[in-house]
């Protein structure tokens, strides 16, 4: 058939159905706004990282790095570009500080070095080359971060980093046009000599960026390799986006199987909205074929009139799901931030606008498939038209046992998943769907069943007319159930196991910051973990001599990269009320690993650090610190919410294996009588108001802890909130669909002398019964889901996860939904109970 002619029909049957066309692309759209939204919120993280790295490193293949947050000195540059094959090189001083200005402040990465950058193509350093960049003595910041100080050029900002505090004029405010997406990381730009003078870092770098000339790759890596000495690291590039995806696994992972579970949600939300119009999609069908039109042209007409809706609705899905992303799934990089400069822009790939549109345009004619063949299959097509695959009887939906054995079976192979393989959680889940899915028709006609049982007692009419509609729609009446057992059935699991994955980590925050009275550390969110070094001799004298401080000792640590791993490394003192969480430990007797850890040469791991070295416990290891030394396993732990892991050695031995004798922050003990709040304040007043020190109590640095991991888990909620408004919008428009469909229907009821008022109450009882049974078996299965997503995530992230079952959560999910769609879609029942009789008479 002609494009003419597919359009002559399909605008001859939207012209009589524009009304449940539209409830149907409504339907549709919100499944592909969910998908879409969710998608462009798991990208953008890890792009501004990879933007930022392609921004510093322009062609170079190589770096060197130092182990040690002090680098190393700027002298290997000389040596460096004597080996034979180089190109360029370029050094980078890479420091993590806090930016302050008139009471408000940001963390910061701040990114220094000279004209030699330029060299190297990259974009960072665009319109600062030469003179221009080697003579800087100020700042230059992008546009949200000027935006979020309050700083413009020629005011000054504070910038603290390494226990100093400078105040640094404004040279220059860029934005995209000068940075393209790096306009939104978190960054500050200064020259090379400038950034050593702010930091007392004179004569160091972190990195060193090395060009090699074309086919002399090889030449100069075995070069690097030669003149780097221990503390010096020979890496690629790359190094940086490796190490942040193996940082961010745990948080995409999760993200990405909520982000899996939204889009089977969101297709079955198209689908079943389809559904909802399968009545009118047979009638076509029968018609043409009574016509005597050709299975080919028939499929033409219906495949073309499915694709027309399921782009119209996909574009529209894709429009909401862009303002979606920017006013709900704003990019948070909570936990992340603290070892990179992660930037807060939107990352919009085509394949994502690919995925989404294709999920809206495959489910609108898979779901135009489904009465496409059962009429196909039928001898007499007209009988179809009105059948809806019921049995003959016409007094209960047909039961199809074999879908319940066919839902069993999924069930089981969702419980070898469970138990076997949890880290195929998508599988599991993707089983689990079907299985409700198979289970919900059967269980449905059980309701309804019961309902006819009980209505012999009611004298009104009106459970009589409700049950009669759900066996004449059996089709639709099971395609608004399922919406509403997928949209509970994911809110249950994807919240539940939000929530014990946070019940998992606060006792873990808590653990971690009760060891001492008050801490004192660099300022700065980024520096949540302490791992910014700064000199602390005098800080520890002035603290000490307060009278309510009992003793102040010294912490250790700093984040230190094995392989992809960026390892955070913690060091308390040896006299630690608990150097290990105690509900940490995974492997290994508690007291015996605090005994040697105190003692010394001994560590403790974490479970994906141990299955990396290949460790047991009592075993020696070489750890590749910037002086390389043997320890031996004391115990294993989980990652204490670090997902690339964590070791734990004393703080002296952490100073001879980093040789350095910095504090990363200081352990406060107060005298006894003295609160703690009165402690941090004595503390705060003896450093001075302008000092570049955070004071915190132990409940304010657990606060911290738990504000950080909530807000790298935020988008699980916001996953799950919209999954409840895209499901409410579309169980009411799908209702809405049916009862608008049952006009002419209710018509012919009021000519027997049955009220308006009597038909609405009939056909609120009938979503409230649909809404009712597909909330409920969604919550069943949800709650199942849940401890299969509990497995998945302490399988695949190392979290420690506390195993509950969510009942709140799912008696919330199900009351909203119900509750939410049947006050929706009561609206179009009372339009449509008010149909005139002679409605009936219409052709």
Not at 216 to 225: D, N
Request: one cysteine or more; hydrophobic letters at 50%.
């Amino acid at each position: 058939m002609s494009a003419r002619n597919l359009l002559w029909f399909y605008w001859r049957r939207v012209r009589v159905r524009r009304v449940q066309e539209l409830f149907a692309l409504v339907g549709i759209a919100a499944g592909v706004a969910l998908l879409f939204a969710v998608q462009v919120s798991n990208q953008s993280l890890g792009a501004s990282v990879t933007r930022l790295t392609d921004g510093l490193v322009g062609r170079a293949q190589y770096q060197l790095k130092a182990r040690d947050p002090h680098g190393f000195d700027e002298s290997l540059i000389r040596q460096v570009q004597q080996i034979d094959g180089v190109a360029a090189a370029a050094p980078v001083l890479e420091v993590q500080a806090n930016a302050a200005r008139d009471g408000r402040e940001r963390s910061v990465t701040l990114l220094a070095s000279d004209p030699r950058l330029a060299e190297l193509g990259g974009s960072l350093v665009r319109g600062y080359t030469d003179e221009r960049l080697a003579d800087l003595e100020a700042v230059v910041l992008p546009t949200e971060l000027a935006s979020a100080l309050g700083a413009e050029f020629g005011s000054t900002v504070t910038v603290q980093a390494g226990g100093r505090s400078v105040r640094a004029p404004v040279a220059s405010v860029v934005g995209a046009n000068q940075l393209g997406a790096l306009a939104d990381s978190p960054i500050v730009i200064t020259s090379l000599r400038y950034a050593q003078q702010l930091t007392g870092m004179k004569g160091r770098v972190t990195r060193l960026y090395v060009a090699a000339e074309p086919g002399r790759t090889a030449q100069v890596r075995a070069g690097l390799e030669r003149v780097a000495g221990d503390g010096i690291d020979v890496r690629s590039t790359d190094l940086d986006g490796r190490v942040f995806a193996m940082l961010a696994m745990p948080n995409d992972s999760s993200t990405a199987l909520f982000a899996g579970i939204s889009a089977l949600v969101g297709f079955l939300f198209a689908f079943n909205a389809m559904l909802v119009m399968a009545r009118e999609r047979r009638g076509l069908i029968a018609e043409m074929r009574m016509s005597g039109f050709r299975a080919r042209t028939v499929a033409q007409v219906v495949v073309f009139d499915a694709f027309v809706l399921g782009t119209l609705a996909s574009a529209l899905g894709i429009v909401v799901g862009d303002l979606l992303s920017r006013s709900v799934f704003e990019p948070d990089p909570g936990y992340l931030a603290i070892a990179f400069p992660v930037g807060t822009g939107r990352v919009v790939e085509p394949s994502t606008v690919v995925l989404a549109f294709g999920c809206g345009v495959l489910a609108a004619i898979t779901a135009a498939l489904v009465p496409l063949i059962g009429t196909y299959r039928s001898r007499t097509p007209m009988d179809m038209v009105e059948d809806d695959g019921l049995d003959r009887t016409r007094r209960s939906l047909t039961p199809r046992w074999p879908l319940l054995a066919g839902g069993i079976a999924c069930l089981g192979v969702t419980t070898l998943v469970l138990v076997l393989a949890p880290e195929a959680a998508i599988v599991g889940m993707a089983t689990l769907v079907v299985a409700m899915l198979l289970c919900l028709p059967p269980l449905l006609a059980a309701a309804v069943a019961l309902v006819n049982r009980f209505q012999r007692r009611v004298t009104s009419v009106v459970p009589t007319i409700a049950t009669g509609e759900l066996i004449a729609t059996s089709t639709r009446s099971v395609a608004i159930a399922a919406i509403a057992a997928i949209a509970v059935f994911g809110t249950t699991a994807i919240e539940g196991a939000r929530v014990d994955l946070q019940r998992g980590l606060d006792p873990n925050a808590r653990e971690l910051s009760e060891v001492t009275d008050v801490w004192v550390s660099a300022r700065g969110e980024a520096n949540l973990l302490a791992t910014s070094p700064f000199a602390a001799a005098e800080t520890v004298a002035t603290i000490a001599r307060q009278p309510q401080v009992a003793s102040v000792h010294v912490y250790r640590g700093s984040f230190l990269d094995t392989g992809e791993r960026r390892m955070w490394v913690i060091a308390p003192p040896r006299d630690s009320r608990s150097p290990i969480p105690p509900s940490q430990i995974v492997e290994g007797d508690r007291r015996e690993a605090v005994a040697r850890l105190r003692a010394g040469g001994w560590a403790v791991a974490s479970e994906a650090i141990a299955r990396q070295l290949g460790l047991r416990i009592g075993e020696p290891f070489r750890l590749d610190a910037p002086n390389p030394t043997t320890l031996r396993l004391a115990a294993v732990t989980t990652n204490f919410g670090w997902s690339p892991g964590a070791l734990v050695l004393n703080a002296d031995d952490y100073r001879s294996s980093w040789g350095s004798g910095d504090a990363s922050a200081l352990q406060v003990r107060l005298t006894p009588g003295t609160s703690a709040e009165a402690g941090a304040r004595a503390v705060e007043a003896a450093l001075g108001g302008d000092a570049p020190f955070a004071v915190q109590t132990a409940s304010e640095r657990e606060q911290g802890f738990r504000t950080t991991t909530r807000a790298g888990l935020s988008r699980l909620q916001q996953i799950a909130t919209l999954l409840i408004a895209a499901a409410a919008l579309a169980i009411a428009a799908a209702t809405a669909a049916m009862i608008w469909q049952r006009r002419r229907r209710l018509a012919d009821l009021k000519l027997t002398g049955i009220g308006a008022r009597s038909l609405w109450k009939a056909l609120v009882l009938e979503s409230a019964l649909l809404l009712t049974v597909g909330s409920t078996v969604g919550a069943v299965f949800g709650l199942y889901g849940q401890q299969l997503l509990d497995r998945a995530l302490n399988a695949v992230t190392g979290f420690p996860v506390a195993h509950t079952v969510g009942l709140t959560g799912a008696f919330a999910s199900l009351g909203l939904v119900t509750v939410i769609a049947l006050t929706i879609a009561a609206v179009p029942g009372w339009w449509a109970a008010r149909v005139p009789a002679s409605a009936a008479f219409d052709n």
